[in-house]
């Protein structure tokens, strides 16, 4: 239910965000970079346009799934690392400048990322997570028969 509703969203927003550009006048724009800015040719820009829409719709129905199955903080989490490897990845793929707000965020991203797993990390020594789980689970076992 939660991945059929997360599904209904994003393709409504879609859906929106299509409509709008199509009225903006967008799609013209994106026609005239694909012939005249774009290196690669025409028909390589638009398979890099569907490629990252197909990418990020599947980011985020993952994270979703992930949300599902175990806690919105570990899909916040997770999703705080991904932003840390985006600017990275943009950096070593196409050459962006990694100014002093790039690498405030990648830091920040970075430190929140270990501060989780060293937290797991120390828990699980104290034997704080078994507890956590065993509770969740027999939560999940009464939602489950009624």
Not at 28 to 49: A, C, Q
Not at 78 to 97: K, P, S
Not at 119 to 127: A, F, H, Q, S
Request: hydrophobic content about 45%; proline content about 1%; charged content about 15%.
């Amino acid at each position: 239910m939660v991945v059929e509703m997360q599904f209904v969203m994003e393709f409504t927003t879609t859906v929106i965000a299509t409509i709008a550009m199509a009225a903006a006048g967008g799609f013209k724009e994106m026609k005239r970079e694909s012939m005249v800015e774009y290196d690669l040719g025409h028909n390589m820009y638009w398979l890099t346009v569907m490629g990252n829409i197909i990418s990020w719709q599947v980011c985020f129905m993952g994270t979703a799934g992930m949300v599902f199955l175990t806690t919105s903080l570990t899909g916040g989490v997770c999703m705080t690392a991904l932003l840390a490897l985006n600017v990275i990845g943009g950096v070593l793929v196409y050459g962006d400048n990694f100014s002093g707000p790039k690498a405030v965020s990648t830091v920040i991203c970075a430190w929140g990322f270990c501060s989780y797993v060293y937290g797991l990390y120390v828990n699980r020594g104290k034997g704080g997570i078994d507890e956590k789980n065993r509770a969740k689970e027999m939560t999940q076992i009464l939602i489950d028969e009624h």
